[in-house]
C-alpha cells in the first residue's frame, strides 16, 4: 500500500474510533459524515483499498502521466480523482454552506500544502474560495472550495450533493472525475 493510502487509512480508522459517525448514503456507504467533539461537522470516506481509479492516471502523477515527485503538479493543468459528496455544514474556510451550494471539499493533503497557506488559520488558507470545474463522462459543474476532506486522496473532490448530481446520479456515491483551476 502506497505511504500515502496507508497514512489516510490510518487516519479514517482514528477518525471513526475517536468521533460520532453517521452514514448519509444508502447501501454501499464508503463516504461517511462524522461529527467532532466539538459539534463541528467532518468529512470522511474510508478508503476501499483500491488507491487506482479505473480511467485516471495514478493519484501521484500529473496530467501528463509524469511522476509529480512531490512537486505542486496539482496548481494547472488536468487533474484525475474521485468524486463524492457530503452533507455540508461549517467548512474549514469558515463558512457555513448548505447542499444546494456548488462547493467542494478538496483533499487534507492539497489543502494544507497550497501555495501561501501557512498552516496555522485555514480560514485565511488562499485555497478559500477558488473555483474548479470538475467533468464526468460529459458533463460538467463549477463549485468553490470552502472545506477540506481528511478522507479524500490528493485529487479527490468532496462535492454537495446538488453539485455531486450536476455530473451523475448520487446512487453512484462515487464516480471517476477530472478537474482543473476555473
Request: aromatic share 6%; charged share 20%; proline share 5%.
Amino acid at each position: 500500500m502506497a505511504p500515502v493510502a496507508k497514512y489516510l487509512s490510518t487516519l479514517a480508522l482514528a477518525l471513526m474510533a475517536s468521533a460520532l459517525i453517521t452514514p448519509h448514503l444508502s447501501g454501499d456507504a464508503h463516504h461517511l459524515r462524522e461529527v467532532s467533539r466539538n459539534n463541528i461537522p467532518i468529512v470522511a470516506r474510508i478508503p476501499d483499498g483500491d488507491d487506482d481509479t479505473d480511467d485516471a492516471p495514478d493519484d501521484t502523477s500529473d496530467s501528463d502521466g509524469s511522476d509529480s515527485g512531490g512537486d505542486l503538479g496539482y496548481m494547472s493543468g488536468t487533474q484525475y480523482g474521485q468524486g463524492t459528496f457530503f452533507d455540508t455544514g461549517l467548512g474549514a474556510c469558515g463558512l457555513v454552506n448548505d447542499n444546494s451550494d456548488h462547493i467542494a471539499a478538496v483533499s487534507v493533503l492539497l489543502f494544507n500544502s497550497y501555495p501561501g497557506y501557512n498552516g496555522l488559520n485555514p480560514n485565511n488558507n488562499p485555497i478559500c474560495g477558488r473555483q474548479i470545474i470538475a467533468h464526468y463522462e460529459g458533463k460538467s459543474t463549477t463549485v468553490t472550495v470552502v472545506d477540506s476532506c481528511p478522507g479524500c486522496a490528493l485529487k479527490d473532490l468532496d462535492l454537495t450533493p446538488t453539485a455531486f448530481s450536476d455530473l451523475a446520479d448520487q446512487d453512484l456515491g462515487r464516480i471517476n472525475i477530472s478537474w482543473e483551476w476555473a
